[in-house]
Structures are given as C-alpha cells and as structure tokens.
Nanobody, 116 residues
Framework: VQVVESGGGLAQPGGSLRLSCLAV????????MAWYRQAPGKQRELVAH???????TYTDSVKGRFTISRDNAKNTVYLQMNNLSSEDTAVYYC???????????WGQGTQVTVAS
C-alpha cells in the first residue's frame, strides 16, 4: 500500500506549482490526509492537512499561499502552492494525519525548488 507524489519542479519566486498525491486503497476516503515537507538538513514538517470531510488546516508559514484539497473519487490529494519563496524548497510528501503510525509507506516525494 503506497502513495505516489508528483507535480514538483523548479519555480521562480512568486510562482506556482500544483502537487498531486495518489493513495492506493479504499481507506483513502475515510482518512485524514496531509502534505509534509523536508528541507535539506531539517526534519520533516507538516504543511497542511485535510479531514475526510474536507476541513483544512495549514501551518502558519503557508497560510494564504497554499491550498490543500482532495478528490475521493480519484484517491488523490492536491496541494496548490502560490507565491512560492525559496523557503518552500523541499521534498514534499503526502500521507495520513496524524502520523501514529502513518497509514501508507512513505513515497519518494516530489522535489520543489524555488530559485530565480
């Protein structure tokens, strides 16, 4: 059982990217989902999470810039990232929330690099 993240890449400061995460298994529809990120030399941190009913929460640093959403028919969770800054550079992962333990094995993540 796994997740597959995609949509990362190189963006300029102020630019946008949209990440996608496909999660295998019917459990997705009842799972609270989240996006996490890990920057070089730092611990993995929570970026945003969304309940099975669509309630969203964001870490302060991304509020007003990032939007998490989900499509249960496609077993997919999205992260729309706008007004990117260099501090958003990281590998982005998705998984269940909270982590205790995670429902899915960690995927490879998708690299987001923000640079001019």
């Amino acid at each position: 059982v796994q997740v597959v993240e995609s949509g990362g890449g190189l963006a300029q400061p102020g630019g946008s990217l949209r990440l996608s995460c496909l999660a295998v298994g019917n459990i997705f529809r009842t799972a609270n989902m989240a996006w996490y990120r890990q920057a070089p030399g730092k611990q993995r941190e929570l970026v945003a999470h969304i309940s099975d009913g669509g309630i969203t929460t964001y870490t302060d640093s991304v509020k007003g810039r990032f939007t998490i959403s989900r499509d249960n028919a496609k077993n997919t969770v999205y992260l729309q990232m706008n007004n990117l800054s260099s501090e958003d550079t990281a590998v982005y992962y998705c998984n269940s929330f909270p982590l205790g333990p995670p429902i899915w094995s960690w995927g490879q993540g998708t690299q987001v690099t923000v640079a001019s």
